[in-house]
């Protein structure tokens, strides 16, 4: 029998007491550290996507311990919450391997990937979390959901709602992710595609959101909502209750340690296996359906950087070979739309997620930080992750892919004030929901390229 | 003096490694050589954190050594502090460009790795800083800042749904009356100069380097205003 969710309550009240600061540098740090130095990790820059299933393997052995000497931590508390080595192991041999988004005709299934697998990547579109002023929530989102070639749909926040500006933790919160979710339900009834699955109460930065959408009209049980860890190994209580609302009501929980490369486990192999020793610990205390991969680099944000694809790839791999579960990773450009850059990047990051085992979530442009994403890029993202599915891309001819897009990219995290790009209104033609001419030409223009670079089956 | 330069070398070569116990040994060592505490503070302390903080922007340092370097600091400068306010006396109160500064993610925000960057930046420039953590009510940011006698507040929220707690500090400190007691910088992703200025906040700064080079500004025109008032 798995823990029951009352068992990981008690063991945050009553755990060993650790300060914060002991936890993030004693702890975390200094164990992930020796870690790294008893498996002698590293990473090479020039291979993005790794070939060598000996290091996904330690990666994955080392997360596991990791994970079984640390357990996780209560902020709220101050205290260890510490896990027996045989319940971090069933958690694992109880991870779903097929998880129903959604209801009726416009239901998916998500799956455990393998590695060069096959089998098509769901599409998961929208920018997670993204600031929308109200007036484009609706333009934005229907800019995806319109898509054929999306699967499920997620959403940015409400800045405001009738003209009000949003505040966490006040009634405003509740009505502001109400909202959200009146949008994203009419507009999937616009596109014909009611029963489609979501990702969703992304206004909810407290709990209080997450709790007032537990309905049928809001997010139904078929969907998703974050329960997000804290960096690294954490949990608060309010997180805490963002699992327990579920437990009867029975949404799916997603997972979502965002482990910071060059943070707490320093460079990117020690910051790999604290994503592994993340999710095997999000099993218990998320009670994580699936998990959602978005590692993030320190300095830069994006999942776009060199270190962060690399983790993407590695945590995927060594989860694909060991303890296969869903994962979704996500695709957080530093580049906004009407940007060339935008679509190389997510190019690169579609070809590691899909060749490496995830299925594909985004995109969050211009970091997630404006309301600067279309579903443009999200339609690049689900064409190039089908293409190299289909194509059967080897792990190597993957790695030369995303080297070559690099080249083509690398220089927006050089750029004083990033890349962002055009907003929604500014990218689309409001009235017919089209791309604006430039846009899409660009559009039109990279995917030559990519044809080129070898994607010939991209259509 | 050769042997000056190799106790400041001891003390900066330790915050460079991070070793607390390293650091405070090479500062005792310096001063009981009659090392001037100012140049230990600036030619060994302030040249390690320089480094480190150099290293960490390339990318060859991460947020462990950070802290690291932060503890080493702090350990030092226990040790330093009662000689360097006798050197200060003596020079006639001229301080350096630092001072004491609150430092939180405000009400209801749990994203604290920007802040942390920047309260570490901080401290290895000499500031000495009370880090609040996260989800800290503005009411207990002013009181800490009132208690420790604080010359800035640093404010950070990266969710544009915690913002408006700044505003509510500023507006809080104006209806206290304290409003010219504290400078107040606010940061985070979403922040823009406009938004801080919007506020009434005295600024803004949008990575950890630029915060420190904010933070002294705001000290020296704060001591020109106190100055001016005092004339
Ligand atoms: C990591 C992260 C998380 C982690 C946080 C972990 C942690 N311990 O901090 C986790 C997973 C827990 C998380 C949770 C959530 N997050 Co979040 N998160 C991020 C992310 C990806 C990166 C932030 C970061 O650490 N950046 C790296 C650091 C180094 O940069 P920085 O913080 O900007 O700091 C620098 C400067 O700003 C400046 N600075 C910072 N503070 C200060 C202070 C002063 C005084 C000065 C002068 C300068 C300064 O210097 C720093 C160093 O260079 C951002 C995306 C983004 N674009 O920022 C989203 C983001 C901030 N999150 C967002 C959201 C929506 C959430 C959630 C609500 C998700 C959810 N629905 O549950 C929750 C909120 C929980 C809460 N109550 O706060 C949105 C916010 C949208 C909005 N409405 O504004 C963002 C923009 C992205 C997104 N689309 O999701 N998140």
């Known amino acids: 029998m798995i823990l029951s969710y009352l068992d990981i309550i008690d063991r945050a009240n009553n755990g060993p007491y650790i300060s914060e600061d002991n936890w993030d540098l004693e702890k975390v740090a200094m164990t992930t550290m020796k870690i790294v130095e008893k498996y002698d990790l590293a990473w090479n820059p020039e291979e993005i996507v790794t070939d060598d299933p000996g290091l996904a393997d330690t990666i994955f052995d080392a997360g596991l311990e990791l994970a079984q000497t640390l357990g996780a931590y209560s902020r709220s508390t101050e205290r260890i919450i510490e896990f027996e080595p045989g319940e971090l192991e069933l958690g694992m041999r109880l991870m779903p391997q097929t998880l129903v988004m959604g209801e009726g005709k416009d239901a998916r299934t998500l799956y455990a990937r393998r590695i060069m697998d096959e089998r098509l990547p769901l599409v998961w579109a929208g920018n997670p979390g993204a600031p929308h002023p109200e007036e484009l929530f609706v333009p934005a989102v229907l800019s995806w959901a319109q898509e054929p070639i999306v699967d499920m749909i997620t959403c940015g926040t409400l800045v405001e709602v009738d003209g009000r500006e949003v505040r966490t933790e006040d009634p405003i919160e509740i009505i502001s992710t109400r909202r959200e979710l009146q949008y994203l339900r009419q507009i999937l009834r616009q596109v014909g595609r009611p029963g489609m699955g979501m990702l969703a109460a992304q206004s909810s930065v407290s709990e209080l959101g997450d709790l007032a959408t537990a309905h049928p009209d809001y997010l139904r049980p078929c969907d998703a909502h974050l329960v997000p860890m804290l960096n690294e190994l954490k949990m608060d209580n309010r997180n805490v209750a963002r699992a327990v609302n579920s437990l009867e009501y029975g949404m799916r929980n997603a997972s979502l340690p965002c482990v910071i490369v060059g943070g707490l486990g320093g460079d990117a192999p020690g910051s790999a296996v604290v994503n592994v020793a993340s999710f095997i610990i999000s099993n218990l205390t998320c009670l994580s359906d699936y998990h959602l991969c978005h590692p993030i680099h320190m300095l830069h944000v994006a999942t776009t950087t060199r270190s962060v694809l690399w983790v993407e790839n590695i945590v995927q791999q060594a989860f694909a070979r060991n303890a296969p579960c869903i994962i979704v990773s996500d695709i957080y450009p530093k580049s906004g739309a009407c940007t060339r850059e935008l679509l190389y990047e997510t190019a690169a990051n579609a070809i590691v997620i899909t060749v490496s085992g995830g299925h594909l979530e985004g995109c969050g442009s211009a970091d997630g930080n404006a309301p600067n994403g279309t579903g443009l890029e999200a339609r690049l993202m689900g064409e190039v992750g089908h293409a190299v599915a289909r194509q059967g891309v080897s792990l190597q001819e993957a790695n030369a892919l995303v080297l070559t897009l690099l080249e083509k990219y690398e220089h927006v995290f050089e750029m004083p004030n990033g890349n962002p790009g055009a907003r929604i209104d500014q990218a689309y033609e409001l009235q017919t929901m089209r791309p604006v001419p430039q846009w899409e030409q660009m559009y039109k223009e990279v995917k030559t390229e990519l044809r080129e670079m070898g994607l010939v089956t991209l259509t | ?231």
């Open chain 2, 1 to 231: 003096m050769a042997n000056e330069q190799t106790y400041l070398e001891e003390v900066k070569l330790a915050i460079i490694d991070g070793d607390d116990k390293a650091s405070a040994v090479a500062t005792r060592d310096a001063l009981q050589a009659d090392v001037d505490p100012l140049a230990i503070l600036n030619d060994g302390l302030m040249a390690g954190a320089d480094v480190v903080g150099q290293r960490f922007e390339r990318g060859i340092f991460f947020l462990p050594q950070l802290m690291l370097t932060g503890r080493a600091l702090k350990a030092a400068m226990a040790i330093i502090e009662p000689r360097l306010q006798e050197r200060y006396a003596e020079d006639g109160g001229n301080k350096a460009d630092t001072g004491v500064v609150v430092m939180a993610t405000v009400k209801t925000d749990i994203h604290d790795i920007g802040k942390n960057i920047v309260a570490s930046m901080l401290t290895a420039s000499g500031f000495q800083v009370h880090d609040l953590g996260v989800d800290v009510p503005i009411k207990r940011i002013i009181a800490t800042a009132q208690e420790v006698n604080a010359n800035l507040i640093g404010c950070s929220a990266l969710l544009t749904t915690s913002m408006p707690f700044m505003r509510d500090l500023v507006d809080l400190l104006v209806a206290m009356g304290e409003r010219q007691r504290f400078k107040v910088m606010v940061g985070g992703a979403s922040v823009t100069p406009e938004f801080a200025e919007k506020i009434g906040a005295d600024g803004t700064a949008q990575n950890a380097v630029k915060a420190v080079q904010l933070a002294q500004r705001l000290i020296r025109a704060q001591r020109e205003q106190i100055g001016v008032s005092v004339r």
